[in-house]
């Protein structure tokens, strides 16, 4: 008899259940104990005898089942150790769009991967608890689902189509990597093609897939405003108002009290001006400036919306889960509701306003010598534009200084202001990227009509140094009083990014200054040296990549990019919760109530951060979505038409091109690039031919054809000409 079935104690219970008994889960538990390191299957079968192939097939077979159950675990050279009381892990699931997925622990860390197999009865934005179960070829460390603690999808929205006489939802969310079956009786009369929102009733099983009724038909990919819709539902954007939140609005009196102007300090005598785009429908921010001898005083008055939100209020739930507004290129879901960010709390012209105001005295090279805040009350004496400001100062234009010349001194001075704002941020070394910025015209569909740069004057920089001014004097401010608030973040490239970064421009013969530790000046000179080089694109991008997000902290950390030691955000709170935070702050300290009073404490703070910060990200990506979404429509036409392109990424499956004129970007596949074999040189941005050493590389200039454009996944497929 083999020593295993002498030795192990469930043998009998072996026989009784198997024709040809094998060793027990128990006893093979028991043997990998006994090692001191992890040992291979071969090894096991060699130690425990296992002699003929019947017996070594049904062990392998037990050994990848006690795996996938997180009994045991198999390393990436396939040796197999025990598991000793397998830690769960609770977190959200993050599907790809190729069947895998990935599990995001709530206590942060690394993901956890999810097979195929192991997706198939979860979708994306599920919360579950899993179990390590080993380490994939890729040194993953990979993981089984153990239980399923909530669905994260009640609706989705997708194209309905019909495949072997049976109705499926192609969700247009690309993590969502399951099609949704739709029974006939629950089609409701849509057609194939149709964009629509579809319930679900029954959710994904390892044997079945997700099943579903059609909710509501938007249309099809040509009607208006569908982008946005699709959207809004595959980013879970909060768009409607609560019952309790219009019942609040309706209490709102568009006359300011007496006894309210009183307690303010009244600045309705005093020129402010809002300066935004031609499109804006808000305005945050009145400014004003005047010189006192060799220094400056400045005026910088933000809507008090704070005053009209008081917390806990439905108002404010609302606005805490929207996070911010989010600004799509012809509609906005906007963070506030539109009798406080379009009228109440809009600065506009000739109205009378409640305003928290920061005056700042600065000196004559630009530092900040003082500041202070203070309630006030003030009345815009014009609402101008970026380009009209321009013409006046820097075109001349007479119609327009004509139309507002009692204001043109008061616009002089600001913009000498900004002048002397400007060299004092130049010798701080803050990092100033030269990014272009396109701007989509619509026709009357809503499509576009076509695609242009924006354009950036220096006006647009004055309000930024204004508003930048006051966001430091604003973070200093809290600090100093120790508030707990939302500081705004951008910390030091990592140091890995940063050893790419050198290899990179080393091989450019250009050199980054500051050592190991390179500070924001640094990056700065950088910029400011290779700024006639035909290159300066590609290097810009390569500095762009190497430096981190920035996000909203409850720490008073640095601002890399700025180059400032503390700074918040405390200019547009009609448009972001974190600058609602702020102004609670501050009116706290105003009002000298006792810091044990305040209603946010340090933890809840940090958490209100990370969910502005992913409120923030959430509305890039849907705005981003959408705008691909036009984008590919615009491109469908022009399958087949020839453009010049500008290579803008470099993946190790292909390059990301922009069409110069239109500033659209599509892939051309690796697989479609000469009659070679590429290798992905990440380090230097890069594709090689492994044969002909063909080089691909950032900032390369390219002659392409329209290929393919695919609605469902947002691509478009260019091919060299």
Request: with cysteine.
């Amino acid at each position: 008899m083999d020593k295993w079935k002498k030795e192990d104690p469930y043998f009998t219970r072996e026989c009784q259940k198997y024709g040809q008994p094998i060793p027990s889960r128990e006893y093979i538990i028991e043997c990998l104990k006994h090692q001191n390191k992890p040992i291979t299957s071969r090894d096991l079968i060699k130690n425990l005898g296992l002699k003929d192939n019947k017996s070594q097939k049904a062990f392998y077979r037990r050994l990848k089942a006690m795996v996938r159950e997180g009994q045991i675990s198999r390393n990436h050279h396939r040796a197999y150790s025990i598991v000793s009381q397998p830690k769960l892990i609770s977190g959200q699931i993050i599907g790809h769009r190729d069947g895998y997925g990935f599990l995001a622990p709530d206590e942060g860390g690394e993901d956890l991967y999810l097979s195929i197999q192991e997706m198939r009865s979860v979708l994306h934005g599920d919360r579950v608890i899993a179990r390590v179960i080993g380490i994939d070829k890729r040194d993953r460390k990979e993981g089984s689902i153990v239980e399923i603690l909530r669905h994260g999808n009640k609706q989705i929205v997708g194209r309905f189509v019909i495949e072997q006489k049976q109705g499926f939802l192609i969700p247009s969310n690309h993590r969502l990597n399951q099609d949704i079956l739709i029974p006939t009786k629950f089609q409701k009369g849509i057609k194939p093609n149709q964009i629509a929102v579809a319930e679900i009733t029954q959710q994904p099983t390892n044997k079945t897939p997700p099943i579903g009724k059609i909710a509501t038909i938007l249309g099809d990919y040509k009607t208006p405003n569908i982008e946005v819709e699709t959207a809004i539902y595959n980013y879970d954007l909060p768009h409607y108002w609560s019952k309790e939140l219009l019942k609040e609005v309706k209490k709102f009196k568009p006359n300011i009290s007496k006894i309210e102007i009183e307690k303010r300090v009244d600045l309705r005598t005093l020129p402010l001006v809002t300066i935004d785009g031609e499109d804006a429908q808000d305005f945050d921010d009145a400014v004003y400036a005047s010189q006192e001898g060799k220094n400056w005083r400045l005026w910088v008055a933000i809507a008090d919306v704070s005053q009209y939100v008081p917390i806990h209020s439905a108002i404010d739930d609302e606005a805490k889960e929207r996070g911010n507004s989010v600004y799509f290129p012809n509609q906005v879901i906007p963070m506030l509701p539109e009798v406080l960010s379009n009228n109440l709390c809009s600065l506009k012209p000739q109205e009378d306003r409640l305003a928290l105001v920061c005056e700042l005295e600065i000196g004559p090279r630009g530092g900040l010598h003082n500041f202070n805040f203070y309630p006030g009350i003030v009345k815009s004496a014009a609402r101008l534009t970026y380009q009209q400001v321009a013409e006046m100062l820097l075109k001349n234009n007479l119609e327009l200084k004509k139309t507002y010349h009692s204001l043109l001194p008061h616009l002089e001075k600001m913009y000498a202001l900004y002048q002397v704002l400007h060299k004092a941020r130049v010798r701080r070394g803050t990092i100033d990227f030269e990014i272009e910025e396109s701007q989509i015209i619509f026709d009357k569909y809503q499509k576009i009509k076509n695609i242009q740069l924006r354009v950036r004057t220096p006006i647009h920089r004055l309000i930024e140094e204004f508003m930048i001014l006051a966001n430091i004097a604003a973070a200093h401010f809290l600090k100093q009083n120790k508030i707990p608030s939302l500081f705004r973040t951008h910390e030091h490239p990592a140091e890995e990014k940063l050893l790419d970064l050198r290899k990179f421009l080393g091989k450019l013969g250009v050199e980054l200054l500051g050592g190991n530790n390179p500070q924001s000046k640094d990056f700065s000179q950088l910029l400011h040296s290779i700024q006639e080089r035909p290159d300066f694109h590609l290097i810009q991008t390569a500095i762009l990549r190497s430096l981190k997000q920035a996000v909203y902290t409850s720490t008073d950390s640095t601002h890399f990019g700025l180059a400032l030691k503390e700074y918040t955000h405390f200019t547009s709170p009609i448009r972001r919760y974190s600058d609602l935070l702020v102004h609670r702050g501050i009116h706290h300290i105003l009002e000298k109530r006792a810091l044990q009073t305040f209603p946010y404490n340090k933890e809840n703070t940090l958490d209100l951060g990370a969910h502005c910060s992913m409120t923030e990200r959430r509305a890039d990506e849907a705005t981003r979505d959408a705008i691909n979404w036009l984008k590919c429509e615009y491109m469908v036409n022009k399958v087949g038409e020839t453009f010049n392109g500008l290579i803008t990424g470099v993946t190790g499956f292909g390059l990301f091109v922009e069409l110069c004129d239109i500033y659209i970007e599509g892939l051309i596949h690796i697989s479609a690039l000469d009659k070679d074999y590429f290798h992905f040189d990440s380090a230097n941005y890069q594709l090689v031919g492994e044969r002909t050493h063909k080089t691909y590389q950032l900032g390369d200039k390219l002659l392409v054809n329209v290929a393919h454009v695919n609605m469902d996944e947002r691509k478009i497929d260019l091919l060299l000409t």
